[in-house]
């Protein structure tokens, strides 16, 4: 049995366009207005045990909707989803034990008082052995190098510090899945590195299924091989990050340095020229003609570096939004304000 | 409360240099416009403001009955009229209704923490430079609050009166009502004043909101905003009647009640104004002494 | 397998972290703290000044000065606990719900509404009821009662009933900001309620006082919450009547009935929860 099993899962709001005040939402109640957002569109999906997907995805694209879909925070409107045999919106004592939501720039810790006393509450509430829980807390503060501060208030704790924290105090009960949903956002480069490599050292340990939302490739190409591309409530890439790439890679990037200045000539006819700070360059080119162009330009010039790269990963899954975007254009209905009466 | 930036050439209009009507011109064109500003950002609230209003006239719902019940179990003459401290019971309730009223007047939400505020965060700053004092901006932005809060809050208070105008068995006579209204406005200066100054201490203490609360709580007990003084017993009652705290509730409803009358209705009035007076120039003073303090910080 | 030991255990780490918390901010309880107190012995010294111009509230009904005090000092451990437990619980909850926060708390493997109900307990309103208890002491040795082991029992027993009630009340109307939106106004509400309640309900007569005390009795009984346990307690001289043991029994399926009320709306509530968007 799967993981995770999603089928034809949809989830739409209304909006209402409330103001301020009892007066206003007196008036509110009798004559509302609202607006139709479709957050997730029938999406479906299977995920294994001990798969580490990442869900991928512009903003208001439905990949947190999802995740909360999953943990049973809210009800979909269509659709069926199991987590472990478990229908999660059902929200059984049994299935909030088995698995873990981490949301970034979110505190479920107590912010005045020390982790140590939140882990406390933590085992309490899932009942969490003893001996059990000092052995994963130990482990996993060690894992994170943050042993030294867990009797220090939340609220003194750096951002990554902090991030740290709610990911142990996810973890103390040993879940089955985890649910990341932009876990390293707003950190610093070396808290996003730790815990990635976190992440994947315990991921690779525990065998645990996870799923990753996030806006950081390196967290994707670091973390995942299958990538779930979703755009306007809907999936349009499932697959290994490799194979995405490999779709999209119509082009390589060549960086060449040259040894005796940028050449005079114009280096156009070799490729679209996308940097020129002399003496380094840098061309676009065809995939399947990049080799033959290296091989042209070092016939003619002196060159101190050649490199030869696939773009940057945001470029291709930018491509990927902007192709489906244009498809979805047609059948894009815009929703007009709704007002009750009709 | 915000500070809204006084548009320069308003102030060039404000040059102690020019001749004197040109100063005083420009002075009221400048509080016209603070008028003006307030009044907007109060208007609003209209709605929320209304219900707001009518709301709190709900504790003097049960106060009706509790004394309902009271006036049924004191000793009296058989046959209803019975008096407590000279109250019946309707006068009792038209006093709840009245206190309410002379709170409308006296009570001064945000005066004092704003101030502190101010204080606190350095916009106390712009007064050492701008020509115009805090406690005019202040006052004038007060004016303007009250202005607005009672033409909205008019219509509850004017239902609820109307509901209760059984209560009303006495109702002053001839220049009783200036008298009457002299003891509003003057109840209006008092507590402006008097919270103005407390608000100004935050020049010494940093902590002002814990004088705030004490004097929030001795102001509900003896303003007379809980229960009429003459209830109080000596020596209490003594004491009570020589500090200005019961000119903001209790003395305006004894004037519509006829509790003072006369002679005393005159006296009363004038030591109402002098302490309007003595706290108008402590504010003064304590504002003066207290920007001479600040600056000498270096802000 | 969550049991009442369970339960219990939650609850006593919630009650240690509130406190840990509290006296991290040392100066502000301390103010909230004397601040209750202070109101309450406003509210005291304007009984005792009432006392003395009436010797009982209201013709022929019990309530003379001791037995109303009685009736107060029940009323601030009632309160003063609803205040500790629940108040600060039922502020959040409106806020976690209008504003998407409670995703974290659904997440647990523990009943919502019990977490939600009671992982804040404010320290700082204990002080009212010490004072409640110390107040109910002192007019019981002044009536020279001494009550019995199973007027006790009963009085505990009432006293708990009108906590639920009153919680009931509180959690229904903070359920409903997931439909209404902001609800500052409606904890005004709240207190204005529960204003009607500060004294004993016999003070309702009158053209007008009957439906009103009908109503807050049988329709949202906060009028229960406190006179049913302060009559067994302060009107033992008088022989309880059949209407007496009546609006007891009254008062158990009141509680029931609004327990389950609140719990229907608070299911409501959480199914329309929308949850912050990202």
Redesign the interface.
């Known amino acids: 049995m799967s993981a995770i099993e999603i089928r034809n899962l949809s989830k739409t709001?209304r909006v209402n366009r409330?103001k301020?005040?009892?007066?206003?939402?007196v008036r509110?109640?009798l004559r509302p207005e609202y607006e139709v957002i479709h957050a997730v569109r029938s999406i479906s999906l299977t995920v294994e045990r001990g798969e580490f997907v990442a869900f991928l995805g512009p903003?208001?694209a439905g990949?947190?909707?999802t995740l909360?879909l999953l943990?049973?925070?809210?009800?979909p409107t269509a659709g069926t989803a199991t987590v472990l045999g478990h229908v999660p919106w059902k929200?059984e004592?049994?299935y909030?034990?088995r698995f873990?939501?981490v949301?970034g720039q979110?505190n479920?810790l107590?912010w005045?008082?020390p982790a140590a006393?939140s882990f406390?509450?933590h085992q309490?509430?899932?009942?969490i052995p003893p001996e059990q829980f000092t052995r994963t807390r130990d482990e996993l503060t060690d894992m994170l190098g943050v042993r030294h501060l867990i009797h220090r208030?939340v609220r003194e704790l750096s951002l990554g510090e902090r991030m740290k924290m709610e990911l142990i105090a996810a973890l103390l009960h040993s879940p089955e899945v985890l649910f990341l949903?932009?876990p390293t956002i707003g950190l610093d480069v070396v808290a996003q590195y730790t815990i990635q490599q976190f992440l994947r050292e315990y991921q690779t340990q525990k065998k645990t299924t996870v799923i990753l939302t996030s806006h950081y490739m390196k967290d994707v190409a670091a973390l995942c091989r299958r990538v779930v591309v979703i755009f306007d409530g809907r999936i349009i890439y499932d697959g290994s990050l490799s194979s995405l790439v490999d779709h999209l890679g119509a082009y390589k990037i060549i960086t060449i340095r040259f040894a005796n200045g940028t050449p005079a000539g114009d280096l156009a006819r070799f490729g679209q020229v996308i940097l020129r700070e002399p003496p380094r360059i840098k061309l676009r080119v065809p995939r399947t003609e990049a080799t033959e162009i290296v091989r042209a330009i070092l016939a003619q010039y002196a060159a101190e570096d050649v490199s030869v790269e696939d773009p940057p990963l945001e470029e291709l899954i930018a491509t990927l939004f902007t192709s489906a975007h244009c498809t979805a254009e047609e059948s894009l209905v815009p929703s007009p304000l709704h007002s009750a009466d009709h | 409360m915000c500070w809204y930036p006084i548009r320069s050439s308003m102030s060039t209009a404000i040059l102690d240099t020019n001749p004197v009507p040109q100063r005083i011109l420009g002075r009221c064109r400048l509080w016209a416009t603070i008028l003006r500003i307030s009044i907007q950002e109060r208007i609003v609230y209209r709605g929320d403001f209304m219900l707001g209003t009518l709301m709190r006239f709900l504790p003097i719902v049960t106060q009706m009955f509790l004394w309902a019940a009271v006036f049924a179990a004191a000793p009296g003459p058989s046959g209803g009229d019975t008096r407590i401290v000279g109250y019946r019971y309707q006068d009792m309730v038209a006093y709840y209704l009245l206190t309410m009223l002379s709170r409308a007047f006296s009570s001064m939400p945000g005066l004092a923490s704003g101030i502190t505020r101010e204080i606190r965060e350095g916009g106390i700053k712009k007064f050492l430079i701008q020509p115009i004092g805090l406690l005019e901006f202040l006052f004038f932005y007060r004016v303007a609050h009250k202005l607005v809060y009672y033409s909205i809050a008019a219509v509850p208070f004017a239902v609820v009166f109307y509901l209760c105008r059984g209560f009303f068995l006495h109702t002053p006579h001839g220049w009783e009502w200036a008298a009457y209204i002299a003891s509003l406005i003057l109840a209006f200066l008092l507590g402006f004043f008097l919270e103005a100054t407390i608000g100004l201490l935050g020049f010494w203490f940093l902590e002002v909101s814990s004088l705030l609360f004490i004097y929030m709580l001795l102001s509900f007990f003896f303003s007379g905003h809980m229960f009429p003084i003459d209830m109080l017993p000596q020596p209490f009652y003594t004491i009570v009647r020589m500090i200005p705290l019961q000119y903001l509730a209790y003395f305006p409803s004894a004037v519509f009640l006829g509790k003072v009358q006369g002679e005393e209705l005159v006296t009363g009035l004038l030591v109402q104004a002098a302490w309007v007076v003595t706290f108008m120039v402590l504010a003064k003073i304590t504002l003066q002494r207290g920007l001479k303090r600040y600056s000498g910080f270096g802000g | 397998m969550t049991s009442l030991r369970q339960y219990l255990l939650v609850f006593g780490t919630f009650a240690r972290n509130s406190l840990i918390r509290d006296m991290t901010f040392r100066a502000n309880f301390i103010i909230e703290f004397f601040s209750s107190l202070s109101w309450v012995f406003m509210n005291l010294g304007f009984y005792i000044l009432i006392f003395r111009y009436t010797p009982s509230l209201g013709v022929g009904t019990g309530w003379g000065k001791y037995e109303f005090f009685a009736f107060t000092g029940t009323g601030l451990m009632i309160n003063s606990l609803a205040a500790m437990l629940f108040m600060t619980n039922a502020d959040n909850f409106g806020n976690f719900v209008r504003q998407g926060n409670l995703d974290f708390l659904l997440l647990k493997p523990i009943d919502t509404q019990f977490i939600v109900s009671l992982q804040r307990i404010d320290w700082s309103s204990s002080g009212n009821f010490f004072v409640g208890l110390l107040l109910l002491l002192y007019s019981l040795r002044q009536m020279n009662y001494v009550p019995s082991a199973v007027t006790i029992a009963l009085y505990i027993v009432y006293m708990i009933c009108g906590l639920l009630i009153l919680y009931s009340l509180m959690f229904m109307m903070a359920s409903t900001s997931v439909w209404l939106g902001r609800n500052e106004t409606l904890f005004d509400f709240w207190f204005y309620i529960v204003n009607f309640a500060r004294y004993p309900m016999e003070i309702y007569e009158g053209r007008f006082g009957r439906p009103f005390r009908w109503f807050f009795t049988f329709i949202i009984p906060v009028l229960v919450a406190v006179n049913v346990p302060a009559r067994f307690i302060a009107r033992p001289l008088k022989p309880q009547t059949l209407q007496d043991w009546a609006l007891a029994g009254f008062t158990i399926v009141a509680t029931v009935v609004m327990l389950v009320l609140c719990r229907l709306v608070f299911l409501a509530a959480l199914r329309s929860y929308r949850s912050a968007s990202s």
Request: net charge positive.
């Open positions: 709001y409330k301020e005040g009892l007066w206003a939402a509110g109640l903003n208001g990949k947190t909707t909360k943990s049973g925070i809210i009800t929200r004592n049994a909030r034990r873990a939501l949301m979110k479920q107590w005045d008082l006393e406390r509450l309490q509430i899932y009942q208030p949903d932009e």
